[in-house]
């Protein structure tokens, strides 16, 4: 029995479009549909082997390292260097994909949005 493909999993393969804004080996960035800031993006290891950030920091330090490293630079070019790196994990957490990803957020939070 094999599992369904994440929707991220679709956006890496291109069965599903994206505004991708990065992309290397590893990591893709793309712009969320529900943006929460005006700077909203996500940035997603492209293996699906992680559900949350709790696994992958546990299961490969160094791909955790990269998607911060690779949130703060888009944080830079697209939001003054300024942001809020947000990992929701879990269901009642707000995770509804489970392949770990990271929400950028920069610029004025949407009301509602978490704050300090």
Do not use: C, W
């Not at 992309?23 to 529900?34: K, M, Y």
């Amino acid at each position: 029995m094999t599992e369904t493909p994440s929707i991220f999993s679709r956006i890496i393969a291109r069965e599903i479009p994206a505004d991708v804004v990065f992309e290397n080996d590893r990591v893709i960035a793309f712009r969320d549909i529900a943006p929460k800031a005006p700077v909203h993006l996500l940035v997603v290891p492209k293996t699906e082997k992680y559900a949350n950030v709790v696994e992958l920091a546990t299961g490969d330090a160094a791909l955790l390292v990269e998607v911060v490293a690779v949130a703060n630079q888009l944080a830079i070019d697209y939001s003054n260097g300024e942001f809020r790196l947000v990992f929701n994990t879990g269901e009642s957490a707000g995770q509804t994909i489970f392949h770990v990803h990271a929400h950028m957020l920069g610029g004025q939070l949407a009301e509602g949005t978490l704050g300090d």
